[in-house]
């Protein structure tokens, strides 16, 4: 509805809530659908936090749908992260730090997951973010 009245701004946050809320539900095809909609009505340059959220929530949902296009995944998740720390967007960066690692993981690079797990652990412990920095515990137990 938001198109069709012509008023998109902050949609591709929804939109990215939703894809998010559908990858844990494990439903990756919905994911996939609603982060591909949010990176075609995030218009580049137009607000940097819709922007680095659609990205991140596009290479997730990529991961998830398909592992064989990691790389194309990965460069969208690192796109978020760039575009993040240069917006000192620092709660958003650890966070797609958190995902990147996942990738990394998945590709046996184990000692760069690591690295990113402990900057995303710093910045979660600096922002007194305590439910972000459980969840790095969790990963980093489940490590082999």
Known sequence: MAEQLGTTYLLSWAVCWLSDAHLSQG???????????ALAIMPQGSDAYGESRAARCYGDALFQKDPTRLAE????????????????????????????????RARREDERAR??????????????????????????????
């Open 115 to 144: 690295t990113l797990l402990d900057r995303a652990a710093k910045l979660f412990e600096q922002l007194d973010m305590p439910w972000h920095r459980q969840y790095v515990a969790e990963i980093r137990a489940a490590e082999p």
């Open 27 to 37: 439903n990756v095809d919905q994911a996939l659908n609603a982060a591909s909609r």
């Open 73 to 104: 995944a990965e460069g969208h998740i690192e796109s978020a992260i760039r575009l993040q720390l240069d917006k000192g967007m620092r709660p958003q960066a650890a966070i797609s730090l958190v995902s990147h690692a996942r990738l990394l």
